[in-house]
């Protein structure tokens, strides 16, 4: 099998768009057929992206131009409120495409949800009941079946990778989680805004969105459903100096357990997951040891409060964070290996 | 009153010791009459600090050849350990001295305390009974008569600037604070380590010293104190890829009160402060407002979870957080209006 | 004297405007009377440059709202192009005010120049005649008398000063002059481009309008006129990942001379230079030196290459290379020490 | 044929070592045998760079403790003046191995040019003598019979490449070259100096080594060779606040030629080769696009200075300028396809 699974990646112009192209031009099964980027189109990928100036690959064309009967998977890197109507285009046209988004327009599955967050009504109700939540770690079976896949944000793939286990194993409070997450300026996307210009966010740290962040009640909705109870998390972003990485800083009251039991929990929880490692004692993670890999690594750490443990997680965001776990996430859905096309290891220094 | 304060900077080869004389240099009564520094001495201050080639300097002496009879006020940015005895044997020959401590050696008052969190007994403990915590703001009256003063660490200052009016007026429940702190890399000083080569710190993100880092005991001294209880605080570091700089993110439970009552206190804490603001609603303190200045901003923000708020902190952590904070006392003991020397605004972009 | 001349700053919402500012809080003489902003008029100047919302100063307006009759001093850091036609209707109708250009438009003196490489005819050549060109050590005499001053680009600045006197004692050959330049983002101004956001200009590196930048005029224009025979200056400048600085690497044919010969012309010539300083031998400028300051430091090597030499010069391109430099040229023209307000040293680390 | 020949990697605790085993993990004939690291024999491979934490490596060994009847292949990564010693061991003892050196101990064939610039005899010329330059694309016949392949410095790699046609062709005056280099401060090694620090080398830009970069002979050795005349070149290296990257723009004097018969030149020489990619015109070169792969990019401009051109050449310093260009020649050495390991895009943004 040889580069026989046709893909396209809409919304090729944007971070996310590009390191799927990347990660796409080294597995080995895709064969990347369209690339679409509507603001761009007609521009050589090479002149929107020069680092592809060395390889083929189509020219950007509108989502309106491509022909998807020559498709038979997408990833879709679009900002968020655009992806609902596309996707039902396509799929309704084209029944058979794997529909992979990356977006943030499937994830949350109650419409009142998000409405209050996303501020329109969702318009795609039917494909939502059937869209399938792509954390990989913890929907594996759903997603090998599924057509429709909601890659997860990045925010909430580092935070929920780190606490799912513990809430699930009953060894923490979910009513009293604090999330402090710090992430790199390409989470911002490439459209032009002052605060990250490199003058503006470099040699400095903001946070940003502070109480009102989208990825939220993503969280919310996967702890709550573990926990079997509705759960407010308080979780924070900040905009750090660095391109890529993320990192989630989780306080958290444990229920009678201890760090060692966190760390077991997460041990037994990820022990045969290629991507997911949990750190050992006396190590604690930081995003240089996943730059441009799909891991994500998971520290735990007992805090001098009694009674309190802090973990710790990192990814890169562009790839366990968004295009890295989408193509994890379509190796499930086409039954390869999964972890064909994502071996490679962090680039450090 | 022109340059007629003569002052000695003990580790003028470090970080600490440099801004300390960049300040000094813009300071209208300092005269710069000794700089020590044993690992350096014999050089020119242009040759360990080449940005004061412009400057005339004193060349660089051990601490042994200095003669403290030809200085009025010693600022010390020893490594901590090394100050006790020094500060000791300058003050018995030389009764008359100020000495403004940025090392941490003077800021905890419990012998035992000391010892656990820096592995040795503390040796001048006749001194340290003397030494009044620098903490300006909260402190100041005693730091006018003052012969010692203790100027806090870069992250106690950041985090009890903004929380002790808090825990003072009763507004948020003292025994929940969790305090996810960010600092530059000159925080780690300019000694040789691994970690802080630009290679390995830079386009990344570590936390360190989880559980146990030394400005912890610090910080719940003087949080201990004002509440009336001991208390214990969440605190945990971050490397940020930047140079300068230093944001607190605290996590408080309110005992009843609004985000409202919180920004009320610190205005009112705050109102008559030149160096201490608070930001107005809806702006988010940043890094960047405050690089290379004495100023320490706060902001406020309600968290989703009902009930808790959200306190961010910003200073200079070589500035407010060290030397600048140095020149503020200075300032308060010799009689000098406070802002004498620190009115310089943030260099930024 | 204190506070007393009164200054409008036009373009007070870019890098340039902002550094102006910075400067201007710290100069006893001078009152900041009025900011302009087009894009920006109705806010406060801390909604637009967060850095100083810790002082006071007038709301952002428009240049037409603009009451000229309250400045006795204009700056402007306006876009080329903009600032021909307001310098010719604030003169006409004050003709005392003194202005200070920091934009480009009254450096190139002839006429036919500055068609070809801004793409339109001059609007004010009238103003043109009387400009003067604002390097402030070769032309210090004409500045003091000037009521129109064209500050240099930041290339020219550290070109020029590290060039001219070499090509004035002719000690190296002018028709043979390569110049490689590196700047930091600010260089780049503060509107939106995509090439200068975070993630696109940090860890890297790019040469940029090779062969065709145009601040090359600017540096011919002096260059032959001290010459006294037309010169053309291979010149190409690169973005570095820095948010300030600027060095300008020179290499260079001598005449017959030697690097000692070279060394001693700079230090002839800037001897009584308070901003110009000559590197002693062995010792390499970098722009950590002089970042934030108004300095510029200069150095000079033996090339391998028998007959050669290498002159390296720095500058903080917002400071010397534009606002710090305007500052210069202001205490001139009104009398003052020529170092007021600009004995600030570098922000190092 | 999978994971069958067995590699060692000297040195294995560096910056070289260390992207020799990343991309070692991703050749699918490679087996990492044997890392040895003699500062840090008995750790892990995870402790000395956490990127490996989660792939099995062998732990860390000293030299003298590796078994080299079970290695194949060696590529040696270590310090110059070491390997000369070490390679006559091994190779004496086991001269079926081949060794790839990523130092500069094979590099120059005249024992006096290595003296001079490495202050000590060279100790193994004989070995010397069979030494292949690892410049793949100009000594790629001689590599494939080679037993010892002295890979080129970085800098002499994007020189070289950008160089050697056109002297080749006769195109330029290659007594006239000027070459101005700048590097990530990976090419510093991971050894602590000052100098390398975070908060020395952020936000700054300092030349080094002016006048006497020990890869300057390396440079004149090859063009001399083809120029068939002794060559001195001007080559000046640049510290860049970045962590990999390597740009070097070259003046040149064309000798009648145009750019265009330039870039023909370039097309021409490397219109069949994998790695080296000759930029279309109008596009110029940044680090960016060849971030953590093997390419090359070159670049060429009109100079406005009649019958001079601007050449602009980019690799990654640790991929093309070192592990990456040894991965080629190992491929070459073995008959394997010359990409194999290596068609990794540039990791962007």
Redesign the interface.
């Known amino acids: 099998m040889s580069k026989d699974i046709r893909i396209g990646v809409l919304g090729a112009s944007g ?1 996310t768009g ?1 390191d799927l192209v ?1 990660l796409a ?2 597995h080995p099964s895709m064969q990347i057929a369209t690339l679409t980027a509507n603001s761009q189109a007609g521009k050589r990928m090479a002149e929107v ?7 083929d690959l189509p020219d950007l064309i509108t989502t309106e131009e491509a022909d998807w009967s020559l498709v038979d998977a997408v990833f879709c890197g679009l900002p968020h409120g655009t992806t609902q109507e596309i996707a039902r285009t396509v799929l309704a046209d084209h029944p058979g495409i794997k529909f992979i988004d990356m977006s943030a327009d499937f994830r949350l599955r109650d419409p009142e949800v998000y409405k209050t967050w996303y501020g329109h009504d969702h318009l795609a109700m039917d494909l939502q009941a059937e869209a399938v939540y792509g954390l990989t770690e913890h929907y594996r079976t759903a997603i090998r079946d599924a057509r429709l896949v909601a890659c997860p944000g990045c925010y909430p793939t580092a935070t929920l990778l780190s606490l799912l286990p513990l809430v699930a194993a009953g060894l923490i409070d979910p009513s009293e989680i ?1 999330v ?1 997450a ?1 992430s ?3 989470g911002a996307g ?1 459209s ?3 605060n ?13 969105a ?3 962040h989208r990825h ?1 009640p993503e969280i919310e909705q996967e702890i709550s459903k573990v926990a079997g109870t509705d759960v ?5 972003p ?1 905009l ?6 993320e ?1 989630c ?1 989780s ?1 958290l009251r444990m229920t009678g357990a201890t760090v060692d039991d966190l760390r077991a929990a997460f041990v037994d929880a990820y022990r045969d997951e290629p991507f997911v ?1 949990v ?1 050992p004692e006396g ?11 799909n ?1 994500c ?1 998971i520290g735990v ?6 009674g ?1 443990a ?1 973990v ?1 997680s ?1 990814i890169d965001n ?1 790839v366990k964070g968004s295009a890295g776990q989408a193509v994890q996430n379509f190796n499930l859905m086409y039954d390869l290996d999964e972890t064909t096309g994502l ?7």
Chains 1, 2, 3, 4 share one sequence.
Do not use: C, W
């Open positions: 971070y590009a990347r031009l080294a992206f020069p680092q592809f100036g060395f390889v604090v402090d710090k790199g300026v390409t490439r032009l805004k002052q990250i210009l490199f003058s503006e966010a470099g040699e400095g740290l903001s946070p940003y502070v109480g009102k939220a407010i998390v308080s979780f924070t900040h750090i100096p660095m391109s890529r990485g990192l800083t306080y490692h750190a190590v604690l993670p930081q995003t240089q040891n996943v730059r441009g890999s891991y690594q750490v007992a805090d001098r409060v009694p309190r802090i710790i990192v562009l071996t490679q290891q962090a680039l450090f220094p």
